[in-house]
């Protein structure tokens, strides 16, 4: 696709309840990172999927978040249990990557909000 | 890993003044340091980017300075006009790693 897409663009829940956030990156992009964005804050990574190898979960917070990537494309971030303090806009975003440059020039997307009640 | 700190978390400027905002990091390999915008209830976006190799650049009002023995470089947005106004993330990577932001600083810009 033309840009970084993200469904849904607001999430109302209750607490206690899953919730799943879908990305589906730029076409051709084999990076793809999930960021979270509290009211006001700055950007808490995740995790990052980068083609086929292990993802890097350092940023997750707890074991209630999980994220998957399907076929290298589209990923799905999965809170379980949802707690008041998740509510925050989660950003994903992908990038070709050039290991030997570093350069690493990210597309996000809208974002998801999420607000648990 | 890399560690990135970045001052001041707020700025307020008048229309037509100059604005430069800081950051510093800790790997001495991170080689990559972009700087993002993000206007009210949008999505971040590449504004401009430096790589180690090079020490300045510049792009119309803005441009962006590396001092790669401090570990330090800065945005510097020149002529401020209110739709300037905005959240800026500066970040750093290396080759193995991914970008690690800083916390982001509000500019407001004033008419």
């Known amino acids: 696709g033309a840009g970084v897409s993200q469904s849904p663009s607001n999430k109302v829940t209750e607490k206690g309840k899953d919730v799943e956030l879908r990305c589906d990156p730029i076409s051709g992009h084999t990076a793809l990172y999930w960021y979270r964005q509290s009211l006001g804050q700055g950007l808490e990574f995740l995790i990052y999927f980068q083609g086929n190898s292990a993802p890097d979960k350092s940023g997750l917070p707890s074991d209630r978040f999980s994220a998957e990537r399907t076929g290298g494309s589209v990923s799905t971030l999965t809170i379980q249990r949802t707690q008041q303090e998740d509510s925050a806009v989660y950003l994903c975003?992908?990038?070709?990557?050039?290991?030997?440059?570093?350069?690493?020039?990210?597309?996000f997307g809208a974002g998801s909000r999420l607000t648990v009640l | 890993g890399e560690n990135v700190e970045q001052h001041p978390s707020t700025l307020s400027v008048q229309e037509g003044d100059s604005a430069v905002i800081k950051c510093t990091y800790s790997d001495s390999a991170s080689n990559y340091f972009p700087w993002y915008k993000q206007e009210l209830g949008k999505r971040p976006q590449l504004i401009i980017d430096i790589r180690s190799n090079v020490g300045e650049k510049k792009d119309q009002r803005i441009a962006v300075t590396l001092n790669k023995t401090a570990k330090h470089f800065s945005l510097h947005i020149t002529e401020t006009q209110p739709e300037d106004s905005a959240v800026y993330f500066c970040?750093?990577?290396?080759?193995?790693?991914?970008?690690?932001f800083g916390k982001g600083t509000m500019l407001l810009v004033s008419p």
């Open positions: 970040a750093a990577s290396s080759p193995w790693s991914t970008l690690t």
């Open positions: 975003a992908s990038s070709l990557v050039s290991g030997i440059s570093g350069a690493n020039v990210l597309t």
